[in-house]
């Protein structure tokens, strides 16, 4: 600021009109710790009457008042950083006087003093802190006639500009007249400001903070300090002292308080929205729609708020990725006026999401939701290589906002659409888009708090949200109307209320087989023509939203979420800051585009849930679960009687399903199983190497001291079999992530005794893009299967139950392994197993099983000898010793069933079953259908994949 300031001979300067005159006065010696009052500014209303000058305000100005006169004219309070410009008038005004044909005029006059307080100023009758007994104010209230008397002090701040002056650069000229004491004086003047003293700029900080952002006094103070982070006590004091960049609590208050009740929103979020949009981001083409309501138009769409906003290479995104399918979504909490944001997604070639567009209105509604589709339909690149046609904005007919509208707009952009079932959301997409299909996360999770709702029985959710989704597979609407009659024979065969059965029935004919929602629901409605993948869920967007969320914290208003979109930061982010531009900084859009850029050339990438399942049923192939046929979507499959039984995808419990249930859903799998009679021979693949390459990545991110170094070091058939023990023993939790925390002291100078270490290393955890609980159709029958929930005694000598099972087990490990070690060789494994599937094992286990270093292959597990799998009963924990030559059983915890291994290397028992996502289980993953059923003496029944 000192670069702007002229000193004069006279003792005083000229400065240009804004900031850097405040600046000036806030900083003079005499000035510091003062409260300067002022009179009338004169001399410049006359000039704006005669349109010779206009006043305009400092970029960033709002603490000022604005009224109207009884004549209508318009006045507002003066600030000593307004800035004075000629009008086209006043420059041939200011022609004439360096023509000196007229006399030059003031166009600013004004005189700011001292307001005396602390009673320590020389006043005008030469009294220091008082007047004297003569002055004629002695006898007057505070020693004042008027609240603009200027007795109280001698010292003036006078500061004056002319007409000829508002060409040069610094037209301003300040000079200050006087003193607060006489130079022969021996006492300090110490004043003591009572009211508040903060400069204009800090004040309106404070205000915008306030309006915009709702910050708390609180939360305003925290900015102010932020240039006094660290600083000593004799400095802080001082700020306090002075009270030009800081104020104690209760004046803060009070003024934050005074604007709440002025009720001049004229820097409320949403005007200061427009600003953004009309000024930084339509030039920047960032804007594809906008919008002011006009309440005079019928009920259409031009009665409400919107704003979409994209940028161009987020258009490209949408031209190369969502040409087939894209998802929507609307979130009312990314904001605390909940204004809809409405969130559009592309799922580019790494399988990842990609944003297209982001709408905010001010109601979601079909015409809202239309306005954005349109937008971006008009704006997307047409189907010309490196389409460079060039955009324009155009004014609304009614002059209430603009649009985006590209030369070439002849884009053949026509997509599926995945929303949440919301009949607005489909309307607007009906006639502007491909259609509407829906997110099959919501579906289920909207059929699961139906059966919480209705009290349905825990083993039979599951066959009928199984049912449920045999329709959905549908790939013609004659298909799901004759699968929803079989679905109502099968809903009539439970053993359900009558009430309850109607319910169910009612549900998928109104709420999912009907004419608005069938081809939004059943695969008919979203299966391409090339059989393309497309989205099932909209993950993408929840993921979009949560990211969004887990960046920023605090109140987020509509302006604040726009800035932080795109990385336009307005000033009131830093209080102590100037004023003269807009700060920039990286915002999400440059995070999502940068993330977009990364993965132009990545090779598709799987979700570790999906990575998971899919190692999982390599498993199953390499133990002859099941084999390939000589189509892609289709696999023989070995059968199991033992059907009742699930284990579910999202915790590896087992769940009790109803059996006469389970065999009442026969009609509708036949049913679905009639199309696929004809297809299915085998196919070879690399299954071996690329399941053990997965669990090699998993060692990678492990500590070296926790690595299973058989798996990390070893070949692919030691590896291998590695793994297939760890399955023995611990079951489908070996495809659950490890605890990858290094047991090494990383804080040598932690104090020993805090007990809780927590990790040091890496970031914390980031919000997943929605949490997920199991859904209430997987849950198991236990204890609360009628809703009951154990009493404190109950669960009092569950517990000491389980800690004497423990202690007994912990002596039977010690008698056995004493008794063991006087017996030969052979022993397989000495397992115990418990209702938690707790595992404990022999630490031999591994050379007994495996005494040769040759591969392990099918032929190694699978001996002649049938080896039969059986779990122990329940509520037990005790031990048992299988010798590889024995018959007895030996219990696999994760498959929950019974099991048989035959030595033969063919399927006894195979289904082709289609490879289609049924539950997002493993074991329900296919859609099945039977095509032949080979017969072979020895054949063995086998868990269904």
Request: hydrophobic share 30%.
């Given at each position: 600021?000192?670069?702007?300031?002229?000193?004069?001979?006279?003792?005083?300067?000229?400065?240009?009109?804004?900031?850097?005159?405040?600046?000036?006065?806030?900083?003079?010696?005499?000035?510091?710790?003062?409260?300067?009052?002022?009179?009338?500014?004169?001399?410049?209303?006359?000039?704006?009457?005669?349109?010779?000058?206009?006043?305009?305000?400092?970029?960033?100005?709002?603490?000022?008042?604005?009224?109207?006169?009884?004549?209508?004219?318009?006045?507002?309070?003066?600030?000593?950083?307004?800035?004075?410009?000629?009008?086209?008038?006043?420059?041939?005004?200011?022609?004439?006087?360096?023509?000196?044909?007229?006399?030059?005029?003031?166009?600013?006059?004004?005189?700011?003093?001292?307001?005396?307080?602390?009673?320590?100023?020389?006043?005008?009758?030469?009294?220091?802190?008082?007047?004297?007994?003569?002055?004629?104010?002695?006898?007057?209230?505070?020693?004042?006639?008027?609240?603009?008397?200027?007795?109280?002090?001698?010292?003036?701040?006078?500061?004056?500009?002319?007409?000829?002056?508002?060409?040069?650069?610094?037209?301003l000229k300040i000079k200050i007249v006087g003193s607060h004491l006489p130079t022969n004086v021996l006492i300090s003047h110490n004043p003591s400001v009572s009211r508040l003293n903060l400069s204009r700029q800090v004040r309106d900080h404070i205000i915008v903070s306030r309006r915009s952002d709702y910050r708390t006094a609180n939360s305003v103070k925290l900015k102010l300090l932020a240039p006094f982070n660290g600083a000593e006590e004799n400095e802080l004091k001082e700020a306090l002292k002075n009270q030009r960049q800081i104020c104690n609590n209760d004046k803060l208050r009070s003024y934050l308080m005074r604007d709440d009740?002025?009720?001049?929103?004229?820097?409320?979020?949403?005007?200061?929205?427009?600003?953004?949009?009309?000024?930084?981001?339509?030039?920047?083409?960032?804007v594809l729609y906008y919008q002011q309501p006009d309440f005079s138009q019928p009920e259409d769409e031009k009665q409400f708020y919107q704003l979409t906003l994209s940028n161009e290479f987020w258009l490209r995104n949408g031209k190369n990725f969502g040409q087939k399918c894209i998802g929507m979504d609307s979130k009312h909490d990314l904001n605390n006026d909940r204004a809809p944001v409405l969130v559009f997604v592309a799922e580019n070639n790494s399988g990842s999401g990609t944003p297209l567009a982001f709408g905010i209105s001010n109601k979601e509604n079909q015409w809202t939701i239309k306005l954005s589709i349109k937008a971006?339909?008009?704006?997307?690149?047409?189907?010309?290589?490196?389409?460079?046609?060039?955009?324009?904005?155009?004014?609304?007919?009614?002059?209430?906002?603009?649009?985006?509208?590209?030369?070439?707009?002849?884009?053949?952009?026509?997509?599926?659409?995945?929303?949440?079932?919301?009949?607005?959301?489909?309307?607007?997409?009906?006639?502007?888009?491909?259609?509407?299909?829906?997110?099959?996360?919501?579906?289920?999770?909207?059929?699961?708090?139906?059966?919480?709702?209705?009290?349905?029985?825990?083993?039979?959710?599951?066959?009928?949200?199984?049912?449920?989704?045999?329709?959905?597979?549908?790939?013609?609407?004659?298909?799901?109307?004759?699968?929803?009659?079989?679905?109502?024979?099968?809903?009539?065969?439970?053993?359900?209320?009558?009430?309850?059965?109607?319910?169910?029935?009612?549900?998928?004919?109104?709420?999912?087989?009907?004419?608005?929602?069938?081809?939004?629901?059943?695969?008919?409605?979203?299966?391409?023509?090339?059989?393309?993948?497309?989205?099932?869920?909209?993950?993408?967007?929840?993921?979009?939203?949560?990211?969004?969320?887990?960046?920023?914290?605090?109140?987020?208003?509509?302006?604040?979420?726009?800035?932080?979109?795109?990385?336009?930061?307005?000033?009131?982010?830093?209080?102590?800051?100037?004023?003269?531009?807009?700060?920039?900084?990286?915002?999400?859009?440059?995070?999502?585009?940068?993330?977009?850029?990364?993965?132009?050339?990545?090779?598709?990438?799987?979700?570790?849930?999906?990575?998971?399942?899919?190692?999982?049923?390599?498993?199953?192939?390499?133990?002859?679960?099941?084999?390939?046929?000589?189509?892609?979507?289709?696999?023989?499959?070995?059968?199991?009687?033992?059907?009742?039984?699930?284990?579910?995808?999202?915790?590896?419990?087992?769940?009790?399903?109803?059996?006469?249930?389970?065999?009442?859903?026969?009609?509708?799998?036949?049913?679905?199983?009639?199309?696929?009679?004809?297809?299915?021979?085998?196919?070879?693949?690399?299954?071996?190497?690329?399941?053990?390459?997965?669990?090699?990545?998993?060692?990678?991110?492990?500590?070296?001291?926790?690595?299973?170094?058989?798996?990390?070091?070893?070949?692919?058939?030691?590896?291998?079999?590695?793994?297939?023990?760890?399955?023995?023993?611990?079951?489908?939790?070996?495809?659950?992530?490890?605890?990858?925390?290094?047991?090494?002291?990383?804080?040598?100078?932690?104090?020993?005794?805090?007990?809780?270490?927590?990790?040091?290393?890496?970031?914390?955890?980031?919000?997943?893009?929605?949490?997920?609980?199991?859904?209430?159709?997987?849950?198991?029958?236990?204890?609360?299967?009628?809703?009951?929930?154990?009493?404190?005694?109950?669960?009092?000598?569950?517990?000491?139950?389980?800690?004497?099972?423990?202690?007994?087990t912990k002596e039977q490990i010690k008698e056995g392994t004493a008794h063991n070690s006087t017996k030969t060789h052979h022993n397989a494994s000495n397992l115990i197993h418990n209702e938690n599937s707790n595992i404990y094992s022999n630490p031999n286990f591994q050379q007994e099983l495996y005494p040769s270093a040759q591969p392990l292959y099918n032929s190694h597990i699978l001996s002649s000898t049938n080896i039969s799998y059986i779990p122990p009963p329940t509520n037990t924990l005790q031990p048992f010793y299988i010798s590889p030559s024995s018959d007895q059983t030996l219990y696999n915890p994760y498959i929950h069933q019974?099991?048989?291994?035959?030595?033969?290397?063919?399927?006894?028992?195979?289904?082709?079953?289609?490879?289609?996502?049924?539950?997002?289980?493993?074991?329900?993953?296919?859609?099945?259908?039977?095509?032949?059923?080979?017969?072979?003496?020895?054949?063995?029944?086998?868990?269904?994949?």
């Amino acid at each position: 600021m000192e670069d702007f300031i002229q000193y004069n001979n006279d003792n005083s300067v000229n400065v240009p009109f804004g900031r850097v005159a405040e600046w000036y006065i806030v900083n003079h010696p005499l000035l510091k710790n003062v409260r300067l009052k002022c009179q009338t500014r004169r001399e410049t209303s006359g000039l704006i009457k005669s349109d010779i000058i206009n006043v305009n305000r400092v970029e960033g100005a709002v603490d000022f008042i604005e009224w109207n006169t009884k004549k209508g004219d318009i006045k507002s309070t003066n600030r000593i950083d307004d800035i004075i410009t000629l009008t086209s008038k006043g420059e041939e005004y200011v022609k004439q006087i360096e023509a000196k044909e007229k006399k030059d005029k003031l166009c600013w006059s004004w005189v700011m003093y001292c307001s005396g307080e602390g009673n320590s100023c020389e006043r005008e009758c030469g009294g220091i802190g008082s007047c004297k007994e003569a002055c004629a104010n002695y006898s007057l209230q505070n020693n004042k006639k008027n609240y603009r008397d200027m007795h109280l002090c001698k010292l003036r701040v006078i500061s004056e500009s002319k007409l000829s002056w508002l060409s040069k650069e610094k037209p301003l000229k300040i000079k200050i007249v006087g003193s607060h004491l006489p130079t022969n004086v021996l006492i300090s003047h110490n004043p003591s400001v009572s009211r508040l003293n903060l400069s204009r700029q800090v004040r309106d900080h404070i205000i915008v903070s306030r309006r915009s952002d709702y910050r708390t006094a609180n939360s305003v103070k925290l900015k102010l300090l932020a240039p006094f982070n660290g600083a000593e006590e004799n400095e802080l004091k001082e700020a306090l002292k002075n009270q030009r960049q800081i104020c104690n609590n209760d004046k803060l208050r009070s003024y934050l308080m005074r604007d709440d009740r002025r009720l001049k929103e004229n820097s409320g979020p949403w005007t200061i929205l427009h600003y953004l949009v009309m000024d930084v981001l339509k030039p920047k083409g960032f804007v594809l729609y906008y919008q002011q309501p006009d309440f005079s138009q019928p009920e259409d769409e031009k009665q409400f708020y919107q704003l979409t906003l994209s940028n161009e290479f987020w258009l490209r995104n949408g031209k190369n990725f969502g040409q087939k399918c894209i998802g929507m979504d609307s979130k009312h909490d990314l904001n605390n006026d909940r204004a809809p944001v409405l969130v559009f997604v592309a799922e580019n070639n790494s399988g990842s999401g990609t944003p297209l567009a982001f709408g905010i209105s001010n109601k979601e509604n079909q015409w809202t939701i239309k306005l954005s589709i349109k937008a971006i339909k008009k704006n997307i690149p047409c189907d010309q290589n490196g389409c460079e046609h060039k955009w324009s904005y155009i004014d609304l007919p009614n002059g209430k906002g603009f649009k985006r509208i590209r030369e070439c707009n002849s884009s053949n952009w026509n997509p599926l659409v995945m929303i949440d079932k919301h009949r607005p959301s489909k309307i607007a997409i009906d006639n502007n888009l491909h259609g509407a299909i829906l997110c099959w996360f919501h579906i289920m999770h909207t059929i699961g708090e139906n059966y919480n709702q209705w009290s349905i029985s825990w083993p039979l959710r599951y066959p009928l949200a199984l049912a449920f989704k045999i329709i959905g597979r549908s790939r013609t609407e004659d298909e799901a109307k004759e699968l929803g009659l079989l679905y109502q024979d099968f809903v009539n065969s439970l053993k359900l209320s009558e009430n309850v059965k109607q319910k169910l029935i009612t549900d998928l004919n109104r709420n999912w087989l009907c004419d608005e929602w069938r081809l939004s629901f059943i695969d008919a409605g979203r299966i391409l023509p090339n059989f393309e993948s497309i989205m099932t869920t909209n993950n993408f967007t929840e993921r979009l939203n949560r990211t969004i969320e887990a960046n920023y914290s605090g109140v987020q208003t509509v302006v604040n979420f726009v800035e932080r979109l795109y990385g336009v930061k307005l000033k009131r982010e830093n209080i102590t800051e100037n004023t003269g531009k807009l700060q920039f900084e990286a915002g999400l859009a440059t995070l999502f585009d940068m993330k977009s850029i990364e993965e132009e050339n990545c090779s598709k990438k799987l979700s570790s849930d999906k990575l998971r399942r899919l190692n999982y049923g390599r498993l199953y192939f390499l133990l002859e679960f099941i084999e390939p046929s000589n189509h892609n979507d289709y696999f023989y499959v070995r059968k199991s009687d033992n059907v009742q039984t699930l284990e579910s995808p999202f915790d590896g419990k087992s769940i009790k399903l109803d059996e006469e249930a389970i065999n009442n859903l026969s009609p509708l799998f036949k049913k679905l199983e009639q199309k696929h009679l004809d297809k299915a021979s085998h196919r070879e693949g690399q299954i071996k190497e690329d399941f053990v390459t997965y669990f090699k990545n998993k060692e990678r991110v492990i500590p070296a001291e926790n690595k299973n170094r058989l798996i990390y070091e070893g070949d692919t058939d030691e590896a291998y079999n590695e793994i297939i023990r760890l399955y023995y023993l611990q079951g489908g939790s070996i495809f659950l992530p490890r605890d990858n925390i290094s047991g090494r002291n990383s804080d040598p100078f932690r104090p020993p005794e805090l007990k809780y270490n927590t990790p040091n290393k890496g970031a914390p955890p980031k919000a997943i893009a929605k949490p997920r609980k199991p859904s209430r159709i997987l849950q198991t029958l236990q204890s609360n299967s009628h809703n009951e929930t154990n009493s404190f005694a109950l669960e009092k000598r569950n517990t000491k139950r389980a800690r004497k099972d423990l202690r007994n087990t912990k002596e039977q490990i010690k008698e056995g392994t004493a008794h063991n070690s006087t017996k030969t060789h052979h022993n397989a494994s000495n397992l115990i197993h418990n209702e938690n599937s707790n595992i404990y094992s022999n630490p031999n286990f591994q050379q007994e099983l495996y005494p040769s270093a040759q591969p392990l292959y099918n032929s190694h597990i699978l001996s002649s000898t049938n080896i039969s799998y059986i779990p122990p009963p329940t509520n037990t924990l005790q031990p048992f010793y299988i010798s590889p030559s024995s018959d007895q059983t030996l219990y696999n915890p994760y498959i929950h069933q019974p099991l048989t291994y035959s030595s033969n290397s063919l399927p006894a028992d195979l289904q082709s079953h289609e490879s289609l996502n049924m539950l997002n289980s493993q074991f329900f993953s296919p859609t099945f259908s039977s095509i032949n059923s080979f017969s072979n003496n020895n054949s063995q029944n086998l868990p269904n994949f």
